[in-house]
């Protein structure tokens, strides 16, 4: 059989039975819960049920119909949040985001809706999406259907080519049983707006098949809703280009195409596969557990729905289904640190010396970053202690689909001291010792998005610290190996090569430091060279605390590439501490990727918050009522108090 493409994994998921959605979830966290099956469910069945939409299921049919593609929980406005939070006002209406492929009309598009009120909806309004209404259709992420239509063309594309791909792999796409070919596709799919035609990589189909590329790669032109207008416009095979299967295969009988002729790799060596191999030459044991995490005397966070509680700390959680995980009204011993604290976006752009190498510019939550949340293995993923929790996502599937064990939460000890001292009397003794345990409770979830498995924590610290950080594990986007490739990266087998990439993180933090009348200013390190007071004839060079108000959006915002402040402050100035200090909490950065593209390159343009060491939001003033936004680009960063 042929093999399923990662999207198509969804269909093996059982469909989940959820509860009576009237049921109220335990505290205020809720407004900020995921729906549940049974609402995914009744969004699902209002929108069918409106003959204006004219809806269709999503599996089988065709391109050219309208469908549902996704439904997840629109999050309340904060101003009516913050009302039912602190004010005791009503809870906001619970809504859901609804989006819409419109394929089977004139003029096809995508179009988001918000659709409410839950449990039981009755209404649906159209969503604005960067000031329209509508996006266009050929901008549509994929959809099951379309790998099931492309899979077909690509049978048909490459059954001239069975001879060179026998010949050449000892594996076929077209009419293969056992020793079958596979694909990985790119984005963006064209280079210029309106254009659906992407690069298709072929692979062995084995463990690891991202690491087999072939040295086919195969351009289609899948822009029109009925595929039997789809067009193969060009091949690429081993350093060559050919503008038809056809032209491939009749100079391949010709013997005028430098073939690559890959080894045949028995199963127990494929370098491939996660099967531990070699050897450590300390001969230390390797056959025996590790160090654990254990609970000596039982948890010491609490889950109520999806309020978490630890120590100071207090949250609501979710698992967006578009995006992954988001967090709402952190509070620290019951004061407000953050309203929300999300991820936004990933993206890995790549170089390289094949076609799918060069356009390989993947945005993570155009492929559903949030829904391929799949199940954690107690004792690797999370620890065996860990509380695991089940996710459901209504993307691209005709009804809510539960994912097992999508999401766990324990406490690691952080290996660190949170502090500690020895006090020593000089003399071979002590006077005292104090020292302070390092834990820290972590919300993880992972995103297996094709090739990648992002890990996603947030931390959380007793001392009043808030971390967010991100793994990238999996395997590697390799393409195949050309002489003219190393230009591009290393060669990492015989014909793999593994291409360099950026990858850029976006999170959203919008923080509420004692109240929302927050305002922005950076801190850094000054000298001044001063006469010296005790005595006139020297001089002192010292460092000084260098305060900078940004009160303007032009100010707020660093560019990538300039070195950042070493403080960045939000601060509430009308709320002191006892010591006369502003309250404030810092941002502070542990990595940062450098640019993915010259300013103003037509794919930069849809990554601009990549051009910012720290983008901040709209409203930087310190005005009543004033909301605080940041876009934090990059691989780890955390929120520290500074004056509380």
């Known amino acids: 059989m042929w093999p399923l493409r990662l999207a198509w994994a969804l269909a093996t998921l059982g469909i989940a039975a959820g509860a009576d959605p009237t049921v109220p979830l335990p505290d205020r966290a809720s407004i900020f819960a995921d729906l549940t099956p049974a609402e995914l469910r009744a969004v699902r069945d209002f929108l069918m049920g409106c003959p204006e939409l004219g809806l269709s299921p999503s599996r089988g049919g065709t391109l050219a119909q309208n469908t549902l593609f996704l439904v997840e929980l629109l999050p309340p406005k904060k101003r009516l949040a913050l009302r039912h939070l602190d004010e005791g006002g009503p809870a906001p209406r619970r809504q859901a985001r609804a989006v819409v492929f419109f394929g089977g009309q004139a003029e096809p598009n995508v179009t988001e809706f918000a659709v409410g009120p839950l449990p039981r909806p009755s209404s649906y309004r159209p969503l604005r999406f960067k000031g329209r209404r509508?996006?266009?259709?050929?901008?549509?992420?994929?959809?099951?259907?379309?790998?099931?239509?492309?899979?077909?063309?690509l049978v048909q594309a490459t059954e001239p080519l069975y001879r060179l791909l026998r010949d050449a792999t000892g594996f076929w796409y077209h009419n293969c049983t056992d020793r079958c070919l596979t694909f990985s596709d790119i984005a963006p799919r064209g280079l210029a707006s309106g254009e659906r035609r992407s690069w298709f990589m072929l692979q062995r189909f084995v463990e690891g098949?991202?690491?087999?590329?072939?040295?086919?790669?195969?351009?289609?032109?899948?822009?029109?809703?009925?595929?039997?207008?789809?067009?193969?416009?060009?091949?690429?095979?081993?350093?060559?280009?050919?503008?038809?299967?056809?032209e491939l295969a009749e100079r391949y009988e010709q013997g005028r195409v430098a073939v690559a002729r890959l080894s045949d790799h028995a199963s127990q060596l494929l370098f491939s596969t996660y099967v531990p191999r070699g050897r450590f030459t300390t001969g230390t044991p390797t056959d025996v557990h590790g160090a654990k995490v254990c609970e000596p005397q039982g948890r010491r966070y609490r889950l109520r729905g999806n309020r978490l509680e630890y120590g100071g700390w207090s949250l609501a959680f979710r698992l967006r289904s578009s995006s992954g995980l988001q967090l709402f009204d952190l509070r620290f011993n019951e004061e407000r640190v953050a309203y929300e604290v999300s991820v936004q976006e990933a993206i890995a752009f790549y170089g390289g010396d094949t076609p799918a190498a060069m356009q390989t510019k993947y945005i993570d939550a155009g492929w559903g970053m949030g829904s391929v949340t799949y199940e954690l293995a107690p004792g690797i993923d999370c620890p065996e202690v860990a509380t695991y929790l089940d996710a459901h996502h209504l993307y691209d599937a005709d009804g809510p689909v539960r994912f097992a064990r999508a999401i766990c939460i324990f406490e690691l000890p952080t290996g660190v001291p949170l502090r500690r001292h020895f006090n020593s009397n000089f003399q071979?003794?002590?006077?005292?010792?104090?020292?302070l345990e390092g834990h820290a409770l972590v919300l993880r979830t992972t995103s297996t998005v094709y090739n990648y498995d992002y890990i996603w924590d947030f931390l959380l610290y007793p001392n009043g610290?808030?971390?967010?950080?991100?793994?990238?594990?999996?395997?590697?986007?390799?393409?195949?190996?050309?002489?003219?490739?190393?230009r591009y990266g290393s060669r990492v087998q015989s014909h793999v090569l593994g291409n360099l990439?950026?990858?850029?993180?976006?999170?959203?933090?919008?923080l509420d430091i004692a109240g929302t009348g927050n305002s922005f200013e950076t801190m850094d390190l000054s000298f001044e060279n001063i006469p010296n007071p005790w005595s006139p004839d020297a001089r002192v060079v010292q460092p000084w605390l260098h305060r900078q108000p940004r009160r303007s959006e032009r100010r707020a915002a660093f560019p990538l590439g300039q070195a950042l402040p070493r403080y960045l402050l939000f601060s509430?100035?009308?709320?002191?501490?006892?010591?006369?200090?502003a309250r404030s909490y810092r941002i502070q950065h542990s990595s940062?990727?450098?640019?993915?593209?010259?300013?103003?390159?037509?794919?930069?343009?849809?990554?601009?918050?990549?051009?910012?060491g720290s983008g901040w939001g709209s409203r930087q003033q310190a005005l009543p009522g004033a909301s605080r936004g940041a876009g934090v680009g990059g691989g780890e960063a955390s929120c520290r108090p500074v004056a509380r």
């Open 134 to 153: 509508r996006v266009p259709f050929a901008a549509r992420p994929m959809t099951q259907l379309e790998y099931e239509l492309l899979h077909r063309a």
């Open 209 to 246: 098949y991202f690491l087999h590329p072939v040295g086919l790669e195969i351009l289609i032109n899948h822009r029109d809703p009925d595929p039997h207008r789809w067009a193969i416009q060009r091949l690429w095979y081993n350093g060559q280009y050919f503008s038809s299967p056809q």
């Open 428 to 435: 071979g003794g002590y006077h005292f010792y104090a020292g």
């Open 465 to 486: 610290v808030m971390e967010a950080k991100v793994h990238a594990t999996g395997f590697i986007h390799a393409t195949f190996y050309t002489p003219q490739g190393q």
């Open 501 to 510: 990439h950026t990858h850029l993180v976006h999170y959203k933090v919008d």
């Open 572 to 581: 509430n100035p009308r709320q002191r501490n006892r010591w006369g200090h």
């Open 592 to 612: 940062h990727a450098g640019r993915v593209l010259p300013r103003g390159w037509r794919e930069e343009r849809g990554i601009s918050w990549g051009r910012w």
